[in-house]
């Protein structure tokens, strides 16, 4: 009897296994490393070897830019005429007449990390002269199955040292001693003072 009843669980065993759920590919619908990797090198040639192309294989057609940084650029440090806080690129359109007006730009990536479904982020440095900049990128992605890049770049948020850029584009002019203090600003004991008069962070 026993040896019955292990001779039917074999049988039943093997008739089970063929009927098994196949392991799901998670690429079908997760991002994998070499995706991630290819939106965070497609941004990249966006800044460093700029073309419309580029910009409409790469990017959705309602993508959207936030950074208060190239805002600050784009009012070379004023208050206007674009608010801060405000999207700096409203469609792939607008992306494309801002970003085709600028000549390309040092682009290095330095670290990258991703989700499942996006963000692609990014940590880069652009070795501009006389100041290196470096900034982060969070790029929220689409999943698309139409064409040659299987994952677009929807929305970007980035920010980086706008003041030093501004330095670079020879519109903010520092006066600064030798040993790269501000000549004309505090020092000493009324350094520290300003120093601490500055608020404090919220955690």
Same mark, same amino acid.
């Given at each position: #009897? ?10 039943? @065993?093997?008739?089970? $296994? ?14 994998? !490393?070499? /995706? ?21 294989? !790469? #990017?959705?057609?309602?993508? /959207? ?10 009012? $070379?440090?004023?208050?206007?005429? /674009?608010?801060? %806080? ?12 801002? +970003?085709?007006? +600028?000549?390309?730009?040092? !682009? *290095? ?8 479904? @996006? ?8 070795? /501009? ?9 969070? #790029? ?18 980035? *920010?980086?040292? $706008? ?6 584009? %020879? &519109? !903010? &002019? ?5 040993? @790269? ?7 000493? $004991? ?11 962070? #919220?955690?």
């Amino acid at each position: #009897m026993r040896s019955t009843i292990i001779a039917a669980a074999f049988a039943v @065993g093997a008739l089970a $296994s063929p009927t098994l759920m196949a392991k799901r590919d998670c690429n079908d619908t997760c991002m994998t !490393f070499d /995706q991630a990797t290819a939106v965070a090198n497609n941004f990249k040639t966006l800044i460093s070897d700029y073309s419309n192309a580029s910009a409409d294989a !790469f #990017m959705t057609t309602d993508f /959207q830019d936030y950074s208060d940084s190239v805002t600050s650029l784009i009012d $070379s440090g004023c208050t206007g005429p /674009q608010p801060l %806080g405000s999207v700096t690129f409203d469609g792939l359109e607008a992306f494309k007449a801002g +970003q085709g007006s +600028q000549p390309n730009i040092p !682009f *290095e990536i330095l670290n990258m990390w991703y989700a499942c479904t @996006g963000p692609v982020v990014i940590r880069w440095r652009s070795a /501009q002269t006389p100041n290196v900049i470096t900034g982060n990128i969070v #790029m929220e992605t689409e999943r698309d199955t139409t064409g040659a890049e299987p994952w677009l770049i929807k929305t970007v948020y980035s *920010e980086f040292n $706008s003041g030093h850029w501004l330095v670079n584009l %020879g &519109v !903010f &002019v520092p006066n600064c001693t030798a040993d @790269g203090n501000p000549a004309n600003g505090p020092t000493g $004991s009324a350094k520290r003072s300003v120093k601490r008069s500055l608020p404090m962070r #919220m955690m």
